[in-house]
């Protein structure tokens, strides 16, 4: 187990779809990040939550929009998604924002049609 | 802002060598450096980290190595195995700020 849960793990939806990522966190972290991974690139940082609050926005497209209802729990809204935005979506949670570990998730794999 | 270059980008071994993967980074005021594995399907678990009050760290097989008036760290792992196969990540923290992750470096592990 490890201690970051995202769901679902794979997911397939058309360009007018609206889906939502899920992501939990067990382990009393404050800060959970999104990251977009794409191959042959960076882990990219999409948005960064500390104790609930939104402290970053990596100039993500408006049809990425992140919900942190509670400090263990995360959630990336998709709306009007386009093929490039086809990705592995990862949700991390660190102790502090800063120079802590991240933990990440599984992922979810997402393809977009 | 901070930017990390990783080098190589893929790199082949063959079993019990030593494999070593450098990281610049250009923001002196970083001051945290992990090291990421992702294996094939799965999550990036952190490996080993340094921060920049010290200029090694070891953990059996694997240690780092930080130089910063260079402004580089480096990834070892001796004695390769074939489970060391995967992708490794550098990434760098300037105080309060967010990790600056490196484009990864694909390790294969020949047996």
């Known amino acids: 187990e490890t201690g970051v849960t995202q769901t679902p793990r794979h997911l397939v939806m058309g360009m007018t779809n609206k889906k939502s990522l899920k992501c939990e966190q067990h382990l009393g972290h404050n800060a959970m990040y999104w990251y977009k991974q794409s191959a042959k690139k960076p882990l990219e940082l999409m948005f960064v939550y500390n104790f609930k609050e939104q402290t970053e926005n990596n100039s993500v497209p408006s049809r990425f929009s992140p919900e942190c209802p509670n400090s263990s729990h995360l959630f990336l809204h998709l709306h009007t998604l386009q093929p490039e935005d086809s990705a592995l979506y990862l949700c991390a949670s660190s102790q502090e924002m800063g120079d802590s570990p991240l933990h990440f998730g599984n992922g979810t794999r997402l393809t977009v049609t | 802002g901070e930017n990390v270059e990783q080098h190589p980008s893929t790199l082949s071994v063959q079993e019990g060598d030593s494999a070593v993967i450098k990281c610049t980074y250009s923001?002196?005021?970083?001051?945290?450096f992990p090291w990421y594995k992702q294996e094939l399907g799965k999550r990036p678990q952190l490996i080993i980290d340094?921060?920049?009050?010290?200029g090694e760290k070891k953990d059996q097989r694997i240690a780092v190595t930080l130089n910063k008036t260079a402004k580089h760290f480096s990834l070892h792992i001796t004695e390769t195995q074939p489970e060391d196969s995967a992708v490794y990540f550098c990434?760098?923290?300037?105080?309060?700020?967010?990790?600056?992750f490196g484009a990864g470096t694909i390790l294969r592990v020949k047996s």
């Open positions: 340094i921060r920049s009050n010290v």
């Open positions: 923001d002196s005021a970083s001051n945290y």
């Open positions: 990434a760098a923290i300037p105080y309060g700020n967010k990790l600056v």
